[in-house]
């Protein structure tokens, strides 16, 4: 498993061209503190091992 | 007696016997806002035409002597991202202001024309559903009504602050992470966040699908039963709608306990609280008997995941105005909507699983209860533009925090009644009660319990003119 922490600044970069995105760097400065806030949450749900067979939620059933 | 002082069914014998008409409660009603809704920045249109034409047509059936609906003659105002016919539906967003008026109201809006309601006009919301103080940058803060210089929470801030000053005897907003049960805590008044699925939100604007709820807001529990009961309905036009059959809780209210067992939902709810919010808890525990806590160890990630999918949905909902409209986006969700639409697929796909398996761990809670206790904000209002509030010694946004207590519950999609209870200082902060899926009888039970016996305040604020 590679553990090199991701260089989201780069990933963000390449975001914005493919989304087509224009930015300044003010927004830019904003949008890294924004995605690394969501980059923390995801570590530890992604590091939940799930059951191979879990399925993606649906509507309750009554 | 004034008009916010008779319940719902108070108001339909004064219809039936001719003390009140409907007319004399729309202009009432009508003025009323007119003096008090600056003070209060709820209301972002009034529909003064279409409430009177709804009020002569409950006077005709009076005058006719045919049987009045259930909602007939009441007051009500809608979060303004339902549709209403002949409006343009804003979603708090100056982005959708110049869109072109509805053709037709919402699925919920007709099923409460067809109840006899009264629409006085749509109200204020967070921009875009996103956000829990009701601080718009476009169209002003909405003042909570208890104290004026404190946000009314949201994002249906409007909506609990009309009901909360008295104003209309309900109201509606749409809950995908805390947005009904965040500002009735913090105006204390009621609210119901049915099961994820039971209401139709077809001809609402979404924000996030797979986790978008409706439901009413209102001062007394009976009321709240009665609007919930008259929007239920299938519609086969919301695709996320459970194939559940109507259920009419006002007859159960005065069930009380008979059967439920309570307890409190501890760890992560007790952790993220102040001092109020815990002593509240204390508080209802005690009158209820609830002498046990049970524990939802994974609460903080469904929080992390309920926000995950909330930022991916709502950030690919929204690249297109992102990409071609920068400048006519809310500056506080901007970058936040953006970096949602950012997101890896893994993330997003992995909390939607992640939904799947919470929902079965947390399903064993009900095999040792009925009804689970919870706060329902950290803490009580902050005050508009404060930043950031101390929350078990640390320091936390208010923005996006007012709701950590929410987020976890609507992820998994349960039925939430909040009741109105005051600090020692007499401001209001809410408790969650939680019911298992199609249980909202239940939680409405407990609700009208804690009300008969007092614990619960929903007085309305008493707003100098």
């Keep these: ?62 | 007696m004034t008009l916010h002082e008779m319940s719902i069914s108070a108001i339909q014998k004064a219809l039936g016997t001719g003390e009140l008409s409907a007319g004399e409660i729309a202009r009432q009603t009508l003025d009323a806002i007119t003096r008090i809704n600056p003070q209060l920045n709820a209301w972002t249109a009034i529909t003064a035409e279409r409430m009177l034409a709804e009020a002569e047509n409950i006077d005709t059936l009076r005058r006719e002597k045919r049987p009045l609906p259930p909602l007939a003659g009441i007051p009500y105002a809608v979060k303004n991202l339902f549709d209403v016919a002949g409006h343009t539906t804003l979603a708090g967003a100056e982005l959708f202001s110049q869109r072109p008026a509805a053709a037709a109201d919402s699925f919920a809006v007709r099923q409460l024309r067809s109840a006899g309601g009264l629409l006085s006009g749509m109200v204020n919301m967070d921009a875009y559903a996103y956000g829990f103080t009701t601080e718009n940058s476009h169209y002003g803060a909405t003042h909570n009504p208890h104290d004026l210089k404190r946000i009314a929470g949201g994002s249906s801030g409007g909506s609990a602050a009309a009901v909360a000053a008295g104003l209309v005897h309900f109201s509606l907003g749409t809950d995908t992470n805390g947005s009904i049960r965040v500002p009735a805590s913090l105006c204390g008044i009621y609210g119901l966040k049915p099961t994820f699925g039971r209401l139709s939100r077809s001809g609402s604007h979404p924000f996030v699908a797979s986790l978008d709820h409706i439901g009413p807001f209102a001062r007394r529990v009976s009321d709240l039963a009665s609007v919930y009961d008259a929007l239920q309905g299938r519609d086969s036009s919301d695709s996320f709608q459970a194939d559940s059959s109507r259920e009419q809780t006002r007859p159960l209210l005065d069930r009380g306990l008979d059967g439920l067992r309570c307890a409190v939902l501890g760890g992560y709810f007790s952790t993220w609280c102040d001092a109020d919010a815990r002593a509240a808890v204390a508080r209802v525990a005690k009158a209820l008997d609830a002498h046990d806590e049970l524990l939802f160890p994974d609460a903080e990630l469904a929080r992390s995941a309920a926000f995950i999918i909330s930022a991916s949905e709502g950030g690919n909902q929204y690249l297109p105005a992102l990409r071609s409209k920068p400048a006519r986006f809310e500056p506080h969700s901007r970058e936040r909507l953006l970096a949602g639409a950012m997101i890896p697929s893994a993330w997003y796909i992995q909390a939607q699983r992640f939904r799947a398996h919470a929902r079965q761990a947390f399903k064993t809670l009900f095999s040792h209860t009925d009804v689970l206790i919870a706060p329902a904000t950290p803490r009580s209002a902050t005050l508009i533009g404060e930043q950031t509030m101390e929350i078990n010694g640390q320091p936390l946004p208010v923005r996006a925090s007012m709701g950590m207590l929410t987020q976890p519950i609507s992820f998994l999609g349960l039925p939430v009644t909040t009741v109105p209870l005051r600090t020692a200082h007499g401001a209001p902060i809410g408790l969650q009660l939680i019911a298992a899926p199609f249980n909202e009888q239940a939680c409405l039970r407990v609700a009208r319990v804690l009300e008969a016996c007092g614990i619960t305040d929903a007085r309305p604020a008493e707003i100098a003119q």
């Design chain 1, 1 to 62: 498993m590679n553990t090199t922490p991701p260089d989201w600044n780069a990933y963000l970069a390449q975001m914005e061209s493919v989304l087509g995105v224009e930015l300044d760097d003010a927004r830019r400065a904003e949008l890294q503190l924004q995605f690394s806030r969501i980059a923390s949450m995801a570590a530890p749900l992604m590091a939940l091992p799930l059951d191979d067979r879990q399925e993606i939620a649906g509507v309750y059933k009554a």
